[in-house]
């Protein structure tokens, strides 16, 4: 682990978890939540760990190897919509409250859901910035019509996914700029160096199967392991955590931390973190995968301006 930075992982319900902190605490959000809710309740969770689908497709098998189970979100009711307006709506509240003036709130989502996400974290008071462009093949989407593919080989019914949306938000500060990161080390983001600012579109792929390997093998249950089937790769999180820190001090907050990846990033970055996790599978798995994580290395490593950052951390790769 990093010999500077401080990690505060909790086992719970963010909303109630968070109840606990004082407003204008955190200088940066960065988060994969539940894009459609219903995929982590309980009984969908236990339906994916059983491999009998749910909400979650469990794909078959390609050239020999075992894919990971995708939450479909196209089947989502009216009533389960709902759901989601209202575990936004309070998720855009806790960060407006939580987050210092200026501080970024980074959220994963999914085309198909994002405008959702969006009218709550705007309703919050929560200022809209841009929405960042995560390159990644995936294979969902791109199916020719069903049982019909023979028939209609040249038609498929969506396009194949490959780039995932990230919604950049900041909570709104008065005055200048300069005062903000002057007063609270926030409003801004880190640029890659001087010569270069940080950009929209992260050409940054799929996550390494070691790190898929560290996620698994944290499982606590040694005779069925599996990997947290949204683990997102260290090197997409470092550069969004070194981005969200525009003074390279402050704590990130991931109020959804399934396994741990942005604590892990944060971390290995040298900066404090506090993850929260409702599962107690997954917190055990985060308990266990981040140290293992925070040792990976990637190119942001080799950046001067992250070197330097993590200077006191290096020995420990
Ligand atoms: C998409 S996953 C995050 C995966 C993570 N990015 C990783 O790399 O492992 C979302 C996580 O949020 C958790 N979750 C859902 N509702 C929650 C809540 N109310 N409080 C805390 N965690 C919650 C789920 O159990 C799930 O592990």
Redesign the pocket.
């Given at each position: 682990m990093g010999a500077t930075s401080e990690l505060e992982l909790r086992h719970?319900?963010?909303?109630q978890?968070l109840e606990a902190y004082p407003e204008n605490q955190f200088h940066a959000i960065i988060?994969?939540?539940?894009?459609g809710?219903i995929e982590?309740e309980t009984a969908q969770?236990e339906k994916m760990r059983d491999g009998v689908g749910g909400v979650w497709r469990i794909p078959p098998e390609l050239d020999g190897s075992k894919r990971k189970p995708l939450p479909r979100f196209t089947v989502l009711s009216e009533p389960d919509k709902e759901k989601l307006r209202t575990?936004f709506k309070e998720f855009g509240e806790v960060a407006e409250r939580v987050l210092r003036p200026g501080g970024h709130l980074f959220v994963?989502t999914t085309q198909l859901l994002m405008h959702e996400v969006a009218m709550q974290l705007d309703e919050a008071g929560l200022e809209r910035r841009d929405v960042l462009v995560r390159e990644t093949k995936t294979l969902r989407g791109g199916d020719r019509p069903k049982n019909a593919h023979e028939e209609y080989d040249m038609v498929s019914s969506m396009p194949r996914v490959w780039w995932e949306p990230w919604l950049l938000y900041r909570k709104p500060f008065n005055g200048r700029l300069q005062d903000n990161l002057e007063n609270w080390q926030t409003g801004g983001l880190r640029r890659e160096s001087a010569e270069r600012p940080f950009t929209d579109l992260l050409g940054n792929g799929k996550t390494p199967s070691q790190e898929t390997a560290i996620?698994k093998k944290a499982h606590p249950d040694s005779e069925s392991p599996e990997a947290?089937?949204?683990?997102?790769p260290q090197k997409l999180?470092r550069e969004l955590s070194h981005a969200a820190l525009p003074l390279r001090e402050g704590v990130i907050l991931?109020?959804?931390?399934?396994?741990?990846?942005?604590v892990a990033a944060a971390n290995a970055l040298g900066y404090d973190a506090v993850g929260?996790?409702?599962?107690e599978t997954?917190y055990e798995?985060?308990t266990n995968?981040i140290p293992e994580l925070t040792k990976v290395t990637t190119p942001i490593e080799r950046r001067a301006d992250v070197k330097e950052a993590v200077q006191g951390n290096l020995s420990d790769y």
């Open positions: 719970g319900n963010a909303f978890v988060t994969d939540p539940p894009y809710v982590f969770v575990f994963a996620s947290h089937p949204n683990l997102k999180m991931d109020p959804f931390m399934g396994s741990g990846s942005t929260i996790e409702i599962d997954f798995m985060a995968a």
